[in-house]
């Protein structure tokens, strides 16, 4: 079955990187676009961006470029988003998710991640 | 960017009934919409696709309609276990973008 299993949660100091990991099983990885997406309370849900890992293509939602940078491993059928220059304002969970139709049919678990000195 | 609306922040409903759910997108988005439940604590799971199309697996009390600007999510026979969040996502236009949520409070 199509599984998504997403790194632990993380604390990080303001003006670093983290890199949350997807690892995808359960179908042919390069063949799907993967999307990621970041929610807060209050917030609601925004679309950061998808990448194909059989090409590499991306497409960044505009207000994260720069900010996110999405990438994939197609021998570890891993997928990995890097955000840098972190504030609190990207204090969240963040989810991957395989693309179906254009939208997400399969969601990670999540990844919280605290931005805080 | 696309604006989607879902106006009804909380709605209760009681088990039995049924419920419908509505999402006004700013522009229209034809039928690239998808919706979604969420438990709490969970991650998001895909109800319905392409507007009225429903994933593998969803029970078919779940329906969804519209095109266009106005989308409807409809639970007939609301069960117990339909406590959840449920938001709608547009993919017509770059950046996709989702509704507010509605929060669904069984009676």
């Known amino acids: 079955q199509v599984q998504l299993l997403q790194s632990g949660a993380d604390l990080v100091r303001p003006g670093t990187s983290v890199k949350i990991s997807c690892k995808a099983s359960?179908?042919?990885?390069?063949?799907?676009?993967l999307g990621w997406i970041k929610q807060r309370p209050g917030h609601g849900l925004e679309w950061i961006g998808d990448?194909?890992?059989?090409?590499?293509?991306?497409y960044y939602n505009e207000k994260f470029k720069g900010k996110a940078t999405l990438t994939a491993d197609k021998s570890s059928s891993t997928a990995f988003m890097q955000l840098s220059s972190l504030t609190s304002e990207d204090s969240a969970v963040y989810f991957c998710?395989?693309?179906?139709?254009?939208?997400?049919?399969?969601w990670g678990q999540g990844t919280s991640v605290t931005v805080s000195s | 960017d696309i604006v989607m609306t879902q106006s009804q922040k909380f709605m209760s409903t009681s088990v039995g009934d049924r419920v419908s759910i509505t999402c006004k997108a700013s522009?229209?988005?034809?039928?690239?919409v998808a919706w979604y439940q969420q438990k709490p604590g969970q991650s998001p799971k895909a109800l319905i696709y392409l507007a009225s199309n429903r994933h593998t697996g969803v029970p078919d009390r779940f329906t969804g309609s519209g095109s266009g600007t106005d989308f409807t999510l409809t639970i007939n026979n609301v069960q117990s276990e339909d406590l959840a969040d449920y938001f709608c996502?547009?993919?017509?236009?770059?950046?996709?973008?989702f509704g507010g949520g509605t929060k669904l409070e069984i009676k």
């Open positions: 990448i194909y890992p059989g090409s590499g293509n991306t």
């Open positions: 996502l547009q993919h017509w236009n770059y950046p996709y973008t």
């Open positions: 359960g179908y042919a990885f390069t063949n799907y676009w």
């Open positions: 998710g395989r693309m179906l139709h254009y939208a997400m049919d399969y």
């Open positions: 522009q229209n988005v034809r039928k690239a």
